[in-house]
């Protein structure tokens, strides 16, 4: 057999076909997955931040809303103007409470122990809870006549709120008498 027969036996060469870019290979699929999920954490976390935020908006427009009719009524009768704006402020700071613990440690409190939870769940950030504004939240609403520091209340309202939506996602601040701390006591006395 000569070259040139066993040449011509030859078949040519079979080239494989084209590769398809469907469907992907798994490791397409598998970045596509954590793409997906991380997204949705993603816009979770936008919603949750965006929540917040519209929420703050509204219990602190509540409050200056508070403070309006407080200067409003104080050209009246200042002791029951500041008495009004005790109890609307209270108000305010028990449903942002209520929003940020536990229905049930919350709604039970009154008197001294809602006084001290405000004082306990405040950072050092915000103003202290003074002893007349403390006596003001603790028996405040069941008093004829009240003369409070109304400035002193507002800014002390302001921090407390913004500081428990600061701290969303944070472990939850003590609710009861029995979590007092004598430090935090002692420095609001």
Known sequence: M?????????????????????PPAPGWWILAALVLVS???????????RD???LLRFALAELERCMTN????????????????????NSVLRRVALFHNPHSAIASLSGEDWAQFLSLSSTSASPLLTDSL???FAGGRFQRELTVDA???????????????SRVGDTQPPTGASDVSPSRTEANA
Do not use: V
């Open 2 to 22: 000569d070259s040139e027969e066993l040449l011509a036996q030859l078949a040519d060469i079979r080239l494989p076909g084209e590769i398809s870019w469907w």
């Open 39 to 49: 997204s949705i954490f993603a816009w979770r976390a936008y919603a949750r931040a």
């Open 52 to 54: 917040t935020k519209l």
């Open 70 to 89: 407080y200067r409003q009524q104080a050209a009246g009768n200042g002791s029951i103007a500041g008495l009004n704006l005790l109890n609307a402020t």
């Open 134 to 136: 403390r006596e003001g």
């Open 151 to 165: 400035e002193a209340l507002h800014a002390f309202a302001t921090g407390w709120i913004k500081d428990q939506y």
